[in-house]
């Protein structure tokens, strides 16, 4: 729970100001993997739009979904699948709602 709440933190401290985590990890905790800048600065750009479902973007950051994930059912389905079990039994939706109280 520890991990998740602090992993979500992290997400939301980083959507607040995106050029923070780019510079730590330039000049902090990748100072000598050669990182760039400006790279690392448009790769959070563009990767933070991918926390949040495109469909609700209120939803908090790093929610499961039960509509996205069943809407993927059909796919499973056409390569021939059968038996897929319900959305509940492959998904625990109340992980990160239970990780979610604890942030402060």
Do not use: C, H
């Not at 923070?20 to 760039?36: F, M, Q, R, T, W």
């Not at 809407?71 to 990160?96: H, L, S, W």
């Amino acid at each position: 729970m520890k991990f998740l709440r602090a992993l979500t933190r992290g997400w939301q401290d980083n959507e607040k100001d995106l050029t923070v985590a780019p510079k730590l990890a330039v000049s902090k905790y990748g100072a000598d993997l050669g990182l760039n800048l400006k790279q690392q600065l448009r790769q959070n750009e563009l990767q933070i739009k991918m926390m949040r479902n495109p469909d609700k973007p209120k939803q908090p950051i790093l929610v499961l979904d039960r509509d996205t994930i069943a809407k993927m059912y059909a796919a499973a389905q056409a390569t021939g699948r059968k038996n897929i079990p319900p959305v509940e039994k492959i998904a625990d939706f109340g992980v990160m709602e239970e990780a979610r109280k604890g942030i402060k």
